[in-house]
């Protein structure tokens, strides 16, 4: 059991460095998008929003559009849900289970109103789902400029991404 717990622990330092440099290479690659546009306008992946820098899109119906999202947003996002999921863990071997949940993060990163949008079939799959999202909390306070959109947040949880890592 102690072998099992130290490679767990050995994985999820693996999965945070590797997370961290992911992350890095986000920063790099919207950096060097935003250098390219003038002083007072950056070009950003679908689309400008000047003064602001680089900015990724989100939402939409996948064609094109969406709101547009800075790299303050992209970051704090990921954070979030690398820490949701380093709380989650469930025993099933399902590897086709998907469950989503809705949640907000309130000014000072506290989570709250956690429910099933959509569930699984599975309530020991909810149910862990469930247990990771309250167990993170309180996360760092989100981004002031994004506050309303971390207010109303929707995350997809699939059994195949635990199982293979990601």
Request: charged letters at 25%.
């Amino acid at each position: 059991a102690r072998a099992e717990a130290e490679r767990a622990e050995r994985k999820q330092h693996a999965e945070q460095v590797a997370s961290l440099a992911r992350d890095r290479r986000i920063q790099d690659a919207v950096g060097k998008l935003g250098r390219r546009g003038t002083a007072d306008e950056a070009a950003g992946l679908g689309g400008t929003e000047p003064g602001k820098g680089a900015a990724l899109g989100t939402g939409g119906d996948g064609g094109g559009g969406g709101i547009l999202m800075g790299l303050e947003f992209i970051i704090y996002k990921n954070q979030v849900e690398r820490t949701i999921k380093q709380h989650w863990t469930w025993v099933g071997s399902d590897p086709n289970l998907t469950a989503r949940v809705g949640f907000r993060i309130d000014d000072a990163g506290n989570i709250l109103d956690v429910h099933l949008v959509q569930g699984s079939r599975d309530g020991t799959y909810d149910d862990s789902v469930l247990r990771a999202i309250r167990g993170s909390t309180p996360l760092p306070p989100p981004p002031e400029k994004y506050r309303e959109v971390f207010a109303n947040y929707l995350l997809d949880f699939v059994s195949g991404e635990l199982a293979a890592g990601g």
